[in-house]
């Protein structure tokens, strides 16, 4: 991708026991395989204050947290990450890679939670400047899978009910329905190789980032 174009801003969604972060690296690897300028980063995360927040979000003590009070940390987080990590990357014309975005807070605060939607969607096109992924993965994983793969995490998300994922997973579904021109569905069944194989398929022919060598 040559200096002056902008660049490309993919983005990875799913629940956790997804894999969707291993799918993310391999993803970059072979993006850089083929001479691509990446980046990977995370949310909430990637920076000082983002990591700060991720810490907040994740500790069980903070079981108290209000659904507004979630939805606002993580959009700070956002806010921070845009404006000092992606978008400088953006303009230099490199690859963003980013494990969760903003359609992770309309699937979990707003589905999951029961905010608004249009109230969670306001809230993250003001933190972001209206920054919008040019390609959204979501990685779809079964219940019982996804709770088989996160036994013995005890973070303060993983503690909710198994009625929460399946409100969030439902509402990754809606969005891949409502905003077909950038969000995908991909089947996490199988074995890795197998996932990555329909992840490039789907970047390829959407963004054409990744020929037959």
């Known amino acids: 991708m040559g200096s002056g174009a902008r660049g490309v801003f993919i983005t990875f969604e799913g629940l956790d026991g997804s894999g969707k972060s291993t799918q993310m690296e391999l993803l970059a690897d072979a993006l850089r395989d083929r001479g691509h300028d990446v980046i990977t980063t995370r949310e909430p995360g990637g920076t000082g204050l983002g990591e700060a927040v991720r810490t907040i979000l994740l500790d069980p003590a903070q079981h108290g947290m209000t659904s507004r009070a979630e939805a606002l940390l993580y959009s700070a987080a956002r806010a921070q990450l845009v404006e000092t990590v992606i978008k400088p990357a953006l303009d230099e014309g490199r690859?963003?890679?980013?494990?969760?975005?903003?359609?992770?807070?309309?699937?979990?605060?707003?589905?999951?939670?029961?905010?608004?939607?249009?109230?969670?969607?306001?809230?993250?096109?003001?933190?972001?400047?209206?920054?919008?992924?040019?390609?959204?993965?979501?990685?779809?994983?079964d219940e019982q899978q996804r709770a088989g793969r996160v036994a013995g995490v005890s973070d303060r998300l993983e503690s909710e009910e198994t009625s929460f994922f399946e409100r969030a997973a439902e509402g990754y579904r809606r969005l891949a329905s409502d905003h077909r021109h950038r969000i995908r569905l991909i089947d996490s069944a199988g074995s890795i190789d197998d996932v990555q194989g329909r992840l490039r398929a789907v970047v390829e022919e959407d963004l054409g980032l990744l020929p037959v060598q």
């Open 95 to 141: 690859i963003v890679l980013c494990d969760r975005y903003l359609d992770s807070s309309l699937a979990y605060q707003a589905y999951g939670r029961g905010l608004q939607v249009e109230d969670v969607l306001t809230l993250n096109i003001w933190a972001t400047e209206c920054l919008f992924p040019d390609l959204t993965l979501v990685l779809v994983v």
